[in-house]
């Protein structure tokens, strides 16, 4: 078998994708493309997809997915927001603020994952109906403007701090990879996330409780929903009620060109920053090239499409070699 085929089987598309995408975004770009700066700032802009593919993962791991986070990522950022502003003192603000948007996306988490966990409703169904629930409490309480008047350390702290010269969102989303490479990696939980995913019945018959590990799934998601939001929030300095709108694409997308199976139980997180890192080099490659907002949205869509035929085609060359 050649190294080609068996790097394929072991990660997936993703290294062929971004060696060609690397070459066509260099050549493309008119010398813009591979500069310091531009990916400084792709780093930061990853940072956030970065977080969130994390929480993603974590779902799909165990057989499911989570629509919800982008709207929910909206309504952290209109809480946050609103939380802040009705406080006078800035540090309670901030710190209210901050508790009250996590708190806000993990409940969110809570109620998909009690729903999918206990009354065994779809994913689809629930992440999906709540989606629309995020969505339109983002709307109401915000009245569909965004939200100014935050104190300005938050900006300066979460959206544009530097710590030893390194920006604070980025060294967040790595306190955030390397979370779950140990929960994943050195924990019980993570052995039963991959057990529940790969086989559910036999881990049923093994005695892991589905119930309670499907359900603490969704909740890490909501969490890291949650940080994505805040975390957000601060780099736009305001209360975004239409903020992450292509969050639930992107994130599926990245965590399966990462190698994480739609079909649960397999996939790694570094592989899964590795796809967060690629929508983002796609987008800033395709905005350095002129591509229409529209165009783009085309090219995501048909990404995820290839992305999910790779991974069939992935699954069943392994299962051929077993």
Sequence with gaps: MSTLKQLFIKVGVLPFLLVALLILFSLAGGGRFMTLSNMLTMSRQATYLAILTAGQMLTILCAGFDLSVGASVALTSVV?????VAFPSPVAAMIAGILAGIATAT?????????????????????????????????????????????????????IGKIFGIPVPILI????????????????????????GGNVEAARLSGIAIRK????????????TGITGVMLTARVASGEPNLGAA???????????????LRG?????IGAIFGAILIILIRNGMDLMNISSYLQMVVMGLLLIFAVVMDHFRLAMKGRLR
């Design 80 to 84: 946050t927001s609103m939380t802040m």
């Design 107 to 159: 409940l969110i988490g809570v109620a998909n994952g009690m729903t999918i966990a206990v009354f065994r409703v779809s994913p689809f169904v629930v992440t999906l109906g709540m989606m629309s629930v995020a969505q339109g409490l983002a709307l109401l309480l915000s009245k569909g403007v965004p939200i100014f008047n935050l104190p300005s350390y938050f900006n300066r702290m979460l959206g």
């Design 173 to 196: 989303a790595l306190l955030v990879i390397i979370l779950i490479s140990v929960l994943l990696n050195r924990t019980r939980i993570g052995r039963y996330f991959y057990a529940i």
């Design 213 to 224: 590990y499907t359900f603490l799934a969704y909740v890490l998601c909501g969490t890291l």
């Design 247 to 261: 969050f639930p694409l992107e994130s599926i997308a990245a965590a399966v060109i990462g190698g994480v199976s």
């Design 265 to 269: 139980g397999e996939g790694g997180v």
